[in-house]
């Protein structure tokens, strides 16, 4: 069975500093792993996926990821926090081949100004 | 734009006053998903349909149905919702073009009185 694990469930930072969101995957095979983001009362937006080409995944507004098949790991990263980053970030996996998503508990991420 | 919509965003009920939840799609997509997101909490996958094929998750309750009437709609009934059913809806889809991503709508907030 394919499961995330996001090991924080709160990120404050200050504005311009780095960010880093932590995930972990538990998986049988290569997985096809997903970071979405959620705003307050707002759906859920794609920020990057890793299905087992580039192993650094870049996505939009400046983030990106690296799969460590060694460390079995999707940390999200970004070098500069806006202020408009504050959300929720879940890391998701793709659950086998009925292609259903299995969602981490998330990750609320805090900037301050 | 191709998109997923929702309708209504917010929606007000009363305990036990059945409610239904639209959702739309102009992408084209055969798969299409219903979740619920409680506060703080992950989205849980209600049921899903490929093309017409209802695929119910095995702990959704039974008071919750859906229906597809066609490739570009979707609806959300809850027949007789409980204080337990306050949440977001989120709709979402799929297309089976072998990408694995799920476009989300912006979700309803459904308060039960």
């Known amino acids: 069975a394919q499961s995330v694990t996001q090991l924080d469930s709160h990120v404050s930072v200050s504005e311009g500093t780095p960010v880093l969101l932590r995930c972990n995957y538990s998986?049988?095979?290569?997985?096809?792993l997903f970071w979405y983001v959620q705003h307050p009362n707002k759906g859920l937006q794609l920020l990057l996926k890793?299905?087992?080409?580039?192993?650094l995944v870049k996505g939009i507004n400046g983030f990106e990821a690296e799969f460590k098949k060694s460390e079995t790991s999707f940390h999200l990263t970004k070098p500069s926090a806006h202020m408009s980053d504050a959300a929720e970030y879940f890391c998701?996996?793709?659950?086998?081949?009925?292609?259903?998503?299995?969602f981490g508990s998330g990750t609320q991420l805090t900037v301050l100004p | 734009d191709a998109m997923v919509i929702q309708n209504p965003r917010y929606q007000v009920t009363q305990f036990g006053k059945p409610v239904t939840l639209s959702c739309s799609q102009t992408?084209?997509?055969?798969?299409m998903y219903w979740y619920q997101q409680k506060s703080s909490q992950a989205p849980k996958l209600l049921f899903h349909?490929?093309?017409?094929?209802?695929?119910n998750e095995a702990d959704t309750p039974d008071n919750f149905q859906s229906r597809r009437p066609n490739t570009s709609f979707c609806f959300l009934d809850i027949r007789s919702p409980g204080l337990g059913d306050a949440a977001m809806y989120l709709c979402?889809?799929?297309?089976?073009?072998?990408?694995?991503?799920?476009?989300f709508g912006p979700g309803t907030r459904l308060t039960v009185l």
């Open positions: 349909y490929y093309d017409k094929d209802f695929n």
């Open positions: 979402a889809t799929r297309g089976t073009s072998g990408n694995n991503e799920q476009f």
């Open positions: 992408l084209n997509h055969n798969v």
């Open positions: 890793y299905t087992s080409a580039a192993t």
């Open positions: 998701v996996v793709i659950r086998s081949s009925a292609r259903q998503l299995t």
């Open positions: 998986s049988s095979y290569s997985p096809s």
